[in-house]
Every structure is written in C-alpha cells, then in structure tokens.
C-alpha cells in the first residue's frame, strides 16, 4: 500500500461529483478565498471541520491541533487567527470542542503520555482553574464531559484576549467568537455560550 491508491480513487471520483453540480467550481476557488468563519478544532479524526457543518471548500478557514488549544504563545495559532482576521476578514472564529475527545481524558487518567503531557499541560491549567466544579460532580463521563466544555469556554476567552481580536473590535471590525461542542456518539453540534462579539462580552466570559 504505498502509494494509497484508493485516496486517488476517491480524490478524482469526489472532484467529479463537486464539478457535475457546479462546472465552475474549482477554477472559481483557484482565483481566491473568501471564507466568513475561522474554525479552532480537535485534530481528532472523527470531527472534520467542513463535513460536520456541511460546508464545500473556500468556506471555512482551519486551525486543528490536538484538544482545540489556543495557547497564547503559540506562533502557529496566532499566525492562522491574525491571517484570518486582518487579511481574509472572517466575521466568526468557532472554537470547537468534542466530548470524549482524548486530549481531556489523557488529563483526568494521570497516566503519563511522553511529549505530548507539555501540551496537555495547557488542559491541566484548565482543570485546575475549574477543579472545584469538576471535582464535585461524581462520575468520572460527566468530570470529562464537563472539562471539554470548559476547555473550550478558556480557549474562546484566549482568542478574545489575542491582540489580533482586540485590536480588531478596537478598530470596529464585524467579528464574533463562538464556543462550541460536538458530540462524536451522535453527530450533533451544540453551542456552549452566546457569542462574543466585543471587549466588554469578552471580560465578561470567565468573570
Ligand atoms: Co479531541
């Protein structure tokens, strides 16, 4: 199998059904891109950004790594959300999270992992932030479950606190961060708190 034959199957059946509905398709892509929304997700297999929220290519702008982190000194990160607000102009950053998304469960385990714990690290901070009100609930699916949800709600308010975004409501650019969840067992998006869509909704997230 080394030349993964079957993905070029694929590739060139997919270009084909994409080109019966729309001819112009891919030559309009190649001029430019003009997507609206900025998409932070799970590198997780089981949650690709375009497929779940039905979108064909030139929509969606993405940034996937490993538990949707947003980390403050991250140039790779900050590179994707300064590019897609002060060139392509998007008017919505959607941080993503998914329940059962292994990143989280690797922290609540304890068990170590090798490299990748530096960058859980992140989601331990998270836990500890939030120890009080996860510590209490007593089954450990709801602990996990919860942990996503608040890594996303602290990813949201990191986004919100990057220069880029400051600066962008700063100089009044159209521009909502939204935090969301997907469940992988069903399909089925969920949005986790209203948008934010300037400085002050932004203080107020994790107050
Ligand atoms: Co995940």
Known sequence: MRTLKHIFEN?????????????DFFNKLASQQTP????????DSRVPANQIIGMLPGSVFVHRNIANLVVHTDLNCLAVIQYAVDVLKVKHIIVCGHYDCGGITAVLDGTEHGLIDNWLRHIKDVYRYHREEIDQLKDSHA????????????QVSNVCNTTIVQ????RGQELSVHGWIYKVSN???KELQSCVTNQEEARQLLS
């Open 11 to 23: 590739n060139k059946r997919w270009a084909e059904t994409i080109k019966k509905d729309d001819p």
């Open 36 to 43: 609206e929304i900025l998409w932070i997700g799970c590198a």
């Open 143 to 154: 602990r996990a479950d919860r942990l996503c949800e608040l890594n996303v709600i602290e």
């Open 167 to 170: 600066n962008a409501w700063v």
């Open 187 to 189: 399909g089925i998006l």
